[in-house]
């Protein structure tokens, strides 16, 4: 006699495969995680995006001289360019321009201005 074959998983096997797989999700989702920007974070990545992108991520004006990357520029102790990277320093170089940098003085308000420094502070995520 033969015994019928029955598709369902056993409520054992289903329970180990429910089991890995939530740990393969929590692992998968611990290791990418980042918490969500804020709201002053997010303005300042809209910012970047708008103003920054063009030329520091995707040199779309074509430069010859390739703008500096500014991923993590807040986990190092200086600038690119040696200064230190503190707020008051980025702001100054952003607002007075610096070598191939023009000025954005007046293109930025107080607020806009925190906000970008906000973002920059994220690492660019």
């Known amino acids: 006699m033969t015994r019928p074959i029955s598709c369902a998983p056993s409520s054992t096997g289903f329970l180990a495969l429910a089991a890995l797989s939530l ?36 040199n779309d004006l074509a430069l010859k001289k390739v703008p500096p990357n ?8 200086t600038m690119p360019s040696g200064t ?3 707020d008051s320093d980025v702001t100054r170089v952003v607002l007075a321009g610096k070598g191939m940098m023009p000025s954005f003085a007046g293109r930025f308000t107080q607020d806009q201005m925190a906000a970008l420094l906000a973002y920059l502070r994220t690492g660019l995520r």
């Not at 995680?33 to 809209?46: C, F, I, N, R």
């Not at 500014?70 to 102790?77: D, E, M, T, V």
């Open 70 to 77: 500014l991923h993590g520029i807040f986990q190092r102790p």
């Open 84 to 86: 230190p990277a503190t």
């Open 23 to 58: 740990f393969f999700l929590l692992a998968l989702n611990g290791c990418h995680h980042q918490p969500a920007l804020t709201q002053q974070e997010a303005a300042g990545k809209h910012l970047y995006m708008v103003r920054c992108a063009h030329c520091h991520e995707d």
